[in-house]
T-cell receptor
Framework: GDSVTQTEGQVALSEEDFLTIHCNYS??????LFWYVQYPGEGPQFLFR?????EKGSSRGFEATYNKEATSFHLQKASVQESDSAVYYC????????????FGLGTRVSVFP | DMKVTQMPRYLIKRMGENVLLECGQD?????MYWYRQDPGLGLQLIYI???????SEGDIPKGYRVSRKKREHFSLILDSAKTNQTSVYFC?????????????FGKGTRLTVV
């Protein structure tokens, strides 16, 4: 079946550091790719998506580019703030049929002032 | 205000009791979902509903059933709860179930089965 792998389980950063979270996927078809963010006591919230090769998704200073050849969708942010502390999930969904989202295990990001 | 509402937020049940988790959405979304979230396992899909009375098993349906009699409501039922069903349960909805559609999640129900 489809799967998503996030390399980093936890990341600790200082404010204004550069953030990268690596996401690779395995899917039988051509999926849509997503990043979701989850704050304590909340459900996951949509951050952005991309649905075709080389498309860049972005929101709130975060960005990721769909790379079909490398099967990757790495999340980056140039300068993190303490308010970016959260758990980030990479996810995929089939483009042409309804199967729900398949999530990675998540990356806990802690940003210290 | 676009939201998914889950009730209750916290629930403690004894093993063998029946459990009903309720979910509502105010966006007229066709598709609704139930996920559970566990440490080390992430979010796993239990059931997906494409519309009223049109439900399909997800990745981990065993021990659960669902009911959707109105488009805006989707219930998760545990008949005879087990301790390994202790988890945080998230309901979600989307305009359609296909591809690049944004999925909206509720705040979750933390269920403890003792």
């Amino acid at each position: 079946g489809d799967s998503v792998t996030q390399t980093e389980g936890q990341v600790a950063l200082s404010e204004e550091d550069f953030l990268t979270i690596h996401c690779n996927y395995s899917a039988s078809g051509y999926p849509a790719l997503f990043w979701y963010v989850q704050y304590p006591g909340e459900g996951p919230q949509f951050l952005f998506r991309a649905s075709r090769d080389k498309e860049k998704g972005s929101s709130r200073g975060f960005e990721a580019t769909y790379n079909k050849e490398a099967t990757s969708f790495h999340l980056q942010k140039a300068s993190v703030q303490e308010s970016d502390s959260a758990v980030y999930y990479c996810a995929l969904s089939a483009l042409n049929y309804a199967q729900g989202l398949t999530f990675g295990l998540g990356t806990r990001v802690s940003v210290f002032p | 205000d676009m939201k998914v509402t889950q009730m209750p937020r916290y629930l403690i049940k004894r093993m063998g009791e029946n459990v009903l988790l309720e979910c509502g959405q105010d966006m007229s979304h066709e598709t609704m979902y139930w996920y559970r979230q566990d440490p080390g396992l992430g979010l796993q899909l239990i059931y997906i509903s494409y519309d009223v009375d049109s439900n399909s098993e997800g990745d981990i349906p065993k021990g659960y059933r669902v009911s959707r009699k109105k488009r805006e409501h989707f219930s998760l039922i545990l008949d005879s709860a087990k301790t390994n069903q202790t988890s945080v349960y998230f309901c979600a909805s989307s305009l359609s179930g296909q591809g690049a559609t944004e999925v909206f999640f509720g705040k979750g129900t933390r269920l403890t089965v003792v």
